[in-house]
């Protein structure tokens, strides 16, 4: 897991309230990214940022935001909107050198269960 | 849409090579190919990554073929915390510095005592 955390590593909520998942890195790495992962399933993109101030969907942005204030912090907030909040999401995050040998580092992951 | 197939679930003895196949007939000539593994409830970990020579690092080997159209991922000693979902993905570069992998459902490995 390497120099990323993620906080808390269980989370229940009830149904209709919005709740913020907290990443951070002491990588210095440049980019950051949350993916989701559902049983049985491999994982999928959720949204991306390669620089501070700067963020892009991935495949399944609807009913999640995020914000990167800080190189080191990449919070994602599930939304009410989010009609299945319920998964194992992770950050990870990579150099961005702009090289395909870039390598994407993983934090351990936070089990969301919406009640 | 994955762009590799790989075997749901394979067995493999403690202490024998395990040797994991993928399939990416699609791949293009500037994707190198990459191998993560996910231990249940844990985070993804690397392993290695190769464009179209083998590599080789202290946890596994990567055989591509000469058609680059599929690989092998060779874990030499396996023992049983090997015992994980690898991954076999195509990076796609978006060129912008920074892009998501896109991961299928894996083959879920398991070293038998």
Known sequence: DGG???SPKYLFRKEGQNVTLSCEQNLNHDAMYWYRQDPGQGLRL???SQIVNDFQKGDIAEGYSVSREKKESFPLTVTSA???PTAFYLCASSP???SLTDTQYFGPGTRLTVL | DAKTTQPPSMDCAEGRAANLPCNHSTISGNEYVYWYRQIHSQGPQYIIHGLKNNET???ASLIITEDRKSSTLILPHATLRDTAVYY???RVYSGGGADGLTFG????L???P
């Open chain 2, 110 to 112: 398991i070293i038998q």
């Open chain 1, 46 to 48: 959720i949204y991306y």
């Open chain 2, 88 to 90: 076999c993905i195509v």
């Open chain 2, 57 to 59: 690092n202290e946890m």
């Open chain 1, 96 to 98: 961005a050198s702009g």
């Open chain 1, 4 to 6: 990323i955390t993620q």
């Open chain 2, 105 to 108: 459902k894996g083959t879920h």
């Open chain 1, 82 to 84: 989010q009609k299945n």
